[in-house]
């Protein structure tokens, strides 16, 4: 089982359960969630305020700054939330600035908060940086918290060297994401697996031809496609290679938003990749892993009762389950991809999980309320 430090008052958060009631029922599960998710909402409305009114985020000496709008009426569950990323890369600060005030009119959701944050550096690989992922998940939980976001409706675009983050980063938090849109940016080393289940479409001039970013886009495409294919149902995209462009689109490409603002995000899908990328994750979806190394590959299915986990390099990992997930008041069976039962038997609800959940993740729908820790060989 993952142990973390719990804040103070998530900690408090466990007086709402009589101190004997171990296991939890699924009502008191979800009592539990609501009530710790209102208190640490109303920590963070505490702690960040003056952050948030200043629109930044910082991590240690890093800031990145941002500006938003809004769109459209709030509907019920909240705003969508768009984050842009803006192109330059590897260039002095005030091009890399022109190109995130050029990010910020770029684009017009029909409903939505659309938000343009100033990468933190101005380095070429300036969204796909370790930073950018904590920094990323701190953006959303604000926005949650201030602005009543929904969760299930956060999209990630990006334009250029954007688009290269794009790359990276749609796939390296793929639960996070409800879709994503790639614009004129090149893959570099980025995988496909993670986006099993994440909407995502990927568009590019013909004519771009720096870094063969049209032949790269072209190619994506195809590798998609078969993916597609190869897994009826899941790798859901779209690809499109503008002729008669380069590397502007005359904004052909603002299409994305509504293609993936009909989108929710699968917060507790049935199938799972999980890839690690050189910037790791110890939690994605319902699988944490304390111990991730670049590389890592782990693929995981759940029908009905039963959830069968394949891996050629990770031994361990911790199933991070829910009634989204599996009935949990029935006994759950673990597998491995021999058939070999790993675990039989109950998973109880704990509060111990769902607090620990919400100290990882200000994000009530994605909560685990009981954890299993499995070898998987």
Known sequence: MIHRLLSPVLAACVLAVPAAAESL????????I??????????????RKAEFDAKRVTLGDLVMRYEYKTFGEEPAGGHSLYISLHGGGGAPAPVNDRQWQNQIDLYQPEEGIYVAPRAPTNTWD??????????????????????????????ILGYSAGGDGLYQLAPRMADRWAGAAMMAGHPGDAKPDNLLNLPFIIQCGGK??????????????EMLDKLEQENPGFFPHECIVYPDFGHWMNLECKRALPWMAENSRKTWPKRLNWYQDNVTHTRFAWLANETPEPG????????GQTITLESENVDKVTLRLSDALVDLDQDVVVKNGAGEVLFKGAVERTKDAILESLNERMDPTSVATALLEVEIK
Do not use: C
Not at 214 to 220: C, D
């Open 34 to 47: 609501a009530n710790a998710a209102d208190a640490q909402m109303a920590k963070v409305k505490a702690e």
């Open 208 to 221: 771009d031809v720096a870094y063969e970013r049209h032949l790269r886009t072209a190619e994506w495409g």
């Open 296 to 303: 890592d590959l782990v693929k995981a299915k759940v029908e």
């Open 126 to 155: 300036l969204w796909h940086q370790s930073h950018i992922d904590p920094m990323f998940d701190q953006l959303i939980e604000d926005f949650v918290a201030f602005k009543g976001v929904n969760p299930e409706r956060v999209y």
């Open 25 to 32: 029922n699924q009502a008191a599960a979800e009592q539990l």
